[in-house]
């Protein structure tokens, strides 16, 4: 069995300043880990994902994330904020044979002006 | 490609009534999966199905069942509802070839009272 924590559940940041998110996972198998991101009242959108290979992933809009298999850790990180970066995000955990995704219980991160 | 289309986006139910939820995933995805997600709980996995099949559940009462259909599209109904039963209900689609991945509707937001 998986399992995924988030280890706070808010983070406010002033915009332009760095952020980190946190995400330890448990598995006893190979596991495949994912960043989504939750803007209100919609649903959930992938925002970065490492299947294999590097252990740094980036998105497009400038947060990346670094697998650690020693740590069992998927940090989010990103190196200036912005107001629009205002959101819920949840790190996710499946293993690479299985269909069912398990997710932390979220971080809500809020940029103040 | 269309995204995955989830109806009603809003719903308000009396407690004991029943309900169904539908979801359209992106056009070729044959893989389906619906989450409950609330404050306390954040999101749970509810089923997932393949091509008709429910391949996985998780823990949730008989009142929650799902179904899907030859075209794909799915559905999830819940019987007898209870308070707790409120929560936004999130559908999820999955391509065949990387079935890791989730597509997210934008969800129905359920209101029992």
């Known amino acids: 069995a998986q399992s995924v924590t988030q280890l706070d559940s808010q983070v406010p940041v002033f915009e332009e300043a760095p952020v980190e998110l946190r995400c330890n996972y448990s598995?006893?198998?190979?596991?495949?880990l994912f960043w989504y991101v939750q803007y209100p009242n919609q649903g959930l959108q992938l925002l970065l994902k490492?299947?294999?290979?590097?252990?740094l992933v980036e998105s497009i809009n400038g947060f990346e994330a670094e697998f650690n298999k020693s740590q069992t850790s998927f940090h989010l990180r990103k190196p200036s904020v912005h107001i629009s970066d205002t959101a819920e995000y949840f790190c996710?955990?499946?293993?690479?044979?299985?269909?069912?995704?398990?997710f932390g219980a979220g971080t809500r991160l809020f940029v103040k002006a | 490609k269309a995204g995955v289309t989830q109806t009603p986006r809003y719903l308000i139910k009396t407690r004991g009534q029943q309900v169904t939820l539908s979801c359209s995933p992106i056009?070729?995805?044959?893989?389906v999966s619906w989450y409950q997600q609330t404050p306390g709980q954040g999101l749970q996995f509810l089923f997932e199905?393949?091509?008709?099949?429910?391949?996985n559940k998780g823990n949730f009462p008989g009142r929650f069942s799902g179904r899907q259909f030859s075209n794909s599209r799915s559905e999830m109904n819940v019987s007898t509802l209870e308070l707790g039963d409120s929560a936004l209900y999130l559908c999820?689609?999955?391509?065949?070839?990387?079935?890791?991945?989730?597509?997210f509707g934008q969800g129905t937001r359920l209101t029992v009272v």
């Open positions: 996710a955990v499946t293993n690479t044979g299985g269909f069912k995704t398990i």
């Open positions: 598995s006893s198998v190979s596991v495949y």
């Open positions: 490492y299947l294999s290979g590097s252990t």
């Open positions: 056009s070729g995805h044959r893989s």
């Open positions: 199905y393949f091509s008709e099949t429910q391949r």
């Open positions: 999820a689609s999955h391509p065949h070839r990387d079935s890791y991945l989730a597509f």
